[in-house]
Protein backbone atom coordinates (compact mmCIF):
# COMPACT_ATOMS: atom_id res chain seq x y z
CA UNK A 1 0.00 0.00 0.00
CA UNK A 2 0.80 3.75 -1.13
CA UNK A 3 1.02 6.54 1.85
CA UNK A 4 -1.43 9.33 0.92
CA UNK A 5 0.23 12.26 -0.63
CA UNK A 6 -1.02 15.98 -1.03
CA UNK A 7 -4.59 14.96 -0.12
CA UNK A 8 -6.53 17.36 1.54
CA UNK A 9 -10.21 17.51 3.43
CA UNK A 10 -11.30 19.86 1.03
CA UNK A 11 -10.06 18.15 -2.09
CA UNK A 12 -11.79 14.74 -1.23
CA UNK A 13 -14.85 13.87 -3.05
CA UNK A 14 -17.70 13.31 -0.67
CA UNK A 15 -20.65 10.52 -0.91
CA UNK A 16 -24.01 12.71 -2.17
CA UNK A 17 -26.99 10.75 -0.45
CA UNK A 18 -30.28 11.95 -2.55
CA UNK A 19 -33.44 11.95 0.33
CA UNK A 20 -34.28 8.52 -0.88
CA UNK A 21 -30.87 7.25 -0.30
CA UNK A 22 -30.62 8.98 3.12
CA UNK A 23 -33.92 7.50 3.96
CA UNK A 24 -32.87 3.85 2.51
CA UNK A 25 -29.55 4.46 4.98
CA UNK A 26 -31.40 5.58 7.88
CA UNK A 27 -33.86 2.97 7.57
CA UNK A 28 -30.90 -0.03 6.92
CA UNK A 29 -29.07 1.87 10.54
CA UNK A 30 -32.50 1.58 12.18
CA UNK A 31 -32.89 -1.85 11.26
CA UNK A 32 -28.96 -2.82 12.01
CA UNK A 33 -28.10 -2.00 15.18
CA UNK A 34 -31.12 -3.99 17.51
CA UNK A 35 -29.68 -6.96 14.85
CA UNK A 36 -26.28 -6.68 16.19
CA UNK A 37 -27.77 -6.73 19.51
CA UNK A 38 -29.87 -9.50 19.45
CA UNK A 39 -26.86 -11.40 18.00
CA UNK A 40 -24.85 -10.37 21.16
CA UNK A 41 -27.45 -11.56 23.35
CA UNK A 42 -28.28 -14.91 21.43
CA UNK A 43 -25.07 -15.89 21.56
CA UNK A 44 -24.51 -14.87 25.06
CA UNK A 45 -27.32 -16.66 25.65
CA UNK A 46 -25.58 -19.97 24.15
CA UNK A 47 -22.87 -19.67 25.66
CA UNK A 48 -20.75 -18.38 22.62
CA UNK A 49 -18.56 -15.09 21.98
CA UNK A 50 -20.08 -12.58 19.80
CA UNK A 51 -17.75 -11.38 17.13
CA UNK A 52 -17.35 -7.72 16.47
CA UNK A 53 -14.23 -6.80 14.22
CA UNK A 54 -12.19 -4.07 14.68
CA UNK A 55 -11.96 -3.05 11.31
CA UNK A 56 -14.31 -4.04 8.70
CA UNK A 57 -13.16 -5.56 5.14
CA UNK A 58 -13.19 -3.10 2.36
CA UNK A 59 -13.06 -4.08 -1.13
CA UNK A 60 -9.33 -5.06 -2.68
CA UNK A 61 -7.49 -2.48 -4.15
CA UNK A 62 -7.30 0.06 -1.80
CA UNK A 63 -3.75 2.06 -1.50
CA UNK A 64 -4.71 3.14 2.54
CA UNK A 65 -8.08 3.12 4.37
CA UNK A 66 -7.90 6.78 4.26
CA UNK A 67 -7.02 7.16 1.24
CA UNK A 68 -10.45 4.43 0.19
CA UNK A 69 -12.78 6.83 2.29
CA UNK A 70 -11.62 10.05 1.46
CA UNK A 71 -11.88 9.47 -2.79
CA UNK A 72 -14.75 6.63 -2.60
CA UNK A 73 -17.90 8.63 -3.80
CA UNK A 74 -20.54 5.43 -2.71
CA UNK A 75 -21.48 4.78 -6.52
CA UNK A 76 -21.95 1.40 -6.12
CA UNK A 77 -20.25 0.30 -9.43
CA UNK A 78 -18.10 -2.04 -7.69
CA UNK A 79 -21.32 -3.60 -5.77
CA UNK A 80 -23.20 -3.72 -8.64
CA UNK A 81 -20.37 -5.72 -10.92
CA UNK A 82 -19.36 -8.09 -8.36
CA UNK A 83 -19.82 -11.62 -9.38
CA UNK A 84 -20.21 -13.09 -5.93
CA UNK A 85 -22.01 -10.48 -4.48
CA UNK A 86 -19.94 -10.23 -1.25
CA UNK A 87 -20.13 -6.22 -1.46
CA UNK A 88 -22.90 -4.14 -0.10
CA UNK A 89 -23.36 -0.34 1.20
CA UNK A 90 -21.79 0.27 4.62
CA UNK A 91 -24.43 1.20 6.73
CA UNK A 92 -22.61 1.53 10.27
CA UNK A 93 -19.48 -0.35 9.50
CA UNK A 94 -17.12 2.34 8.82
CA UNK A 95 -18.87 4.76 11.04
CA UNK A 96 -22.33 6.80 9.54
CA UNK A 97 -19.08 9.30 7.98
CA UNK A 98 -18.30 6.94 5.28
CA UNK A 99 -21.81 5.02 5.21
CA UNK A 100 -23.20 3.78 1.72
CA UNK A 101 -19.29 2.80 0.84
CA UNK A 102 -18.84 -0.95 -0.15
CA UNK A 103 -17.77 -3.30 2.57
CA UNK A 104 -17.33 -7.09 2.15
CA UNK A 105 -20.51 -9.17 3.73
CA UNK A 106 -18.73 -12.56 4.46
CA UNK A 107 -21.56 -14.36 6.21
CA UNK A 108 -23.49 -13.48 2.95
CA UNK A 109 -20.99 -14.87 0.36
CA UNK A 110 -16.83 -14.69 0.01
CA UNK A 111 -14.65 -12.75 -2.27
CA UNK A 112 -13.42 -15.32 -5.33
CA UNK A 113 -9.70 -15.60 -5.65
CA UNK A 114 -9.50 -15.04 -9.11
CA UNK A 115 -11.88 -11.88 -9.35
CA UNK A 116 -10.34 -8.20 -10.05
CA UNK A 117 -13.70 -6.92 -11.69
CA UNK A 118 -14.57 -4.07 -8.66
CA UNK A 119 -11.14 -2.97 -8.64
CA UNK A 120 -11.62 -2.22 -12.55
CA UNK A 121 -14.83 -0.26 -12.10
CA UNK A 122 -14.00 1.91 -9.51
CA UNK A 123 -14.14 5.53 -11.94
CA UNK A 124 -12.89 7.79 -8.67
CA UNK A 125 -9.48 5.96 -7.71
CA UNK A 126 -10.53 5.04 -4.52
CA UNK A 127 -9.75 1.19 -6.13
CA UNK A 128 -6.21 0.64 -8.04
CA UNK A 129 -6.88 -1.88 -10.80
CA UNK A 130 -5.51 -4.90 -9.94
CA UNK A 131 -4.28 -8.06 -12.27
CA UNK A 132 -5.11 -11.46 -10.83
CA UNK A 133 -1.31 -12.42 -9.18
CA UNK A 134 -1.40 -8.41 -7.56
CA UNK A 135 -4.75 -9.24 -5.62
CA UNK A 136 -3.49 -12.98 -4.35
CA UNK A 137 -0.52 -10.75 -2.95
CA UNK A 138 -2.86 -7.56 -1.64
CA UNK A 139 -4.40 -8.79 1.34
CA UNK A 140 -7.47 -6.98 2.77
CA UNK A 141 -7.43 -8.91 6.24
CA UNK A 142 -6.89 -12.13 8.02
CA UNK A 143 -8.89 -14.67 9.32
CA UNK A 144 -9.34 -15.19 13.09
CA UNK A 145 -10.40 -18.43 14.36
CA UNK A 146 -13.04 -17.85 17.81
CA UNK A 147 -12.26 -21.74 19.73
CA UNK A 148 -15.04 -20.95 21.99
CA UNK A 149 -17.49 -20.88 19.27
CA UNK A 150 -16.38 -24.05 17.02
CA UNK A 151 -17.95 -27.42 16.41
CA UNK A 152 -14.71 -29.13 15.16
CA UNK A 153 -16.43 -29.49 11.58
CA UNK A 154 -12.77 -28.68 9.58
CA UNK A 155 -15.06 -27.07 6.64
CA UNK A 156 -13.39 -23.70 7.02
CA UNK A 157 -10.00 -25.53 6.23
CA UNK A 158 -11.49 -27.39 3.71
CA UNK A 159 -12.48 -24.61 1.77
CA UNK A 160 -9.77 -22.18 2.23
CA UNK A 161 -8.14 -21.41 -1.33
CA UNK A 162 -4.98 -20.28 0.11
CA UNK A 163 -4.65 -23.34 2.25
CA UNK A 164 -4.30 -21.00 5.42
CA UNK A 165 -6.50 -22.87 7.74
CA UNK A 166 -4.98 -25.78 9.05
CA UNK A 167 -6.60 -27.79 12.02
CA UNK A 168 -4.67 -28.36 15.32
CA UNK A 169 -4.74 -31.61 17.27
CA UNK A 170 -8.23 -30.76 19.15
CA UNK A 171 -9.28 -30.30 15.82
CA UNK A 172 -9.79 -26.64 16.05
CA UNK A 173 -8.56 -24.25 13.55
CA UNK A 174 -5.42 -22.74 13.04
CA UNK A 175 -4.52 -19.79 11.19
CA UNK A 176 -1.77 -18.86 9.23
CA UNK A 177 -1.55 -14.95 8.86
CA UNK A 178 1.15 -14.99 5.82
CA UNK A 179 -1.22 -17.34 3.56
CA UNK A 180 -4.29 -15.95 4.37
CA UNK A 181 -5.11 -13.25 1.99
CA UNK A 182 -8.56 -12.58 3.90
CA UNK A 183 -11.29 -14.05 1.07
CA UNK A 184 -13.68 -15.07 3.86
CA UNK A 185 -14.31 -18.17 2.30
CA UNK A 186 -13.99 -19.52 5.95
CA UNK A 187 -16.39 -17.38 7.17
CA UNK A 188 -19.02 -17.81 4.78
CA UNK A 189 -19.04 -21.50 4.79
CA UNK A 190 -18.59 -21.66 8.75
CA UNK A 191 -22.10 -23.55 9.90
CA UNK A 192 -21.61 -22.48 13.45
CA UNK A 193 -24.46 -21.15 15.24
CA UNK A 194 -25.91 -18.36 16.56
CA UNK A 195 -22.02 -16.78 15.46
CA UNK A 196 -19.77 -18.32 13.54
CA UNK A 197 -16.33 -19.53 14.64
CA UNK A 198 -14.32 -18.03 12.17
CA UNK A 199 -14.28 -14.33 10.82
CA UNK A 200 -12.39 -12.01 8.69
CA UNK A 201 -10.74 -8.98 10.79
CA UNK A 202 -9.70 -6.02 7.96
CA UNK A 203 -6.18 -4.29 7.52
Known amino acids: MEPEEGLNQQQSPRVKLSRRSFLALAGAVALSVPLMKAEAVAAKAAGKKPIKPKHYVTPPGIKTRKHFHEHCTGCHLCVSKCPQKVLRPAT ?87 LCIGCGACQYACPARPVKAIYVEGI
Open 92 to 178: TQYGLAYAMQPVKDYDASYCRAGCTRCTNVCPSGALRPLTRDQKLHSPVGYAVAVHENCMGCGECASVCPQKAITMNKEWLPVVNHI
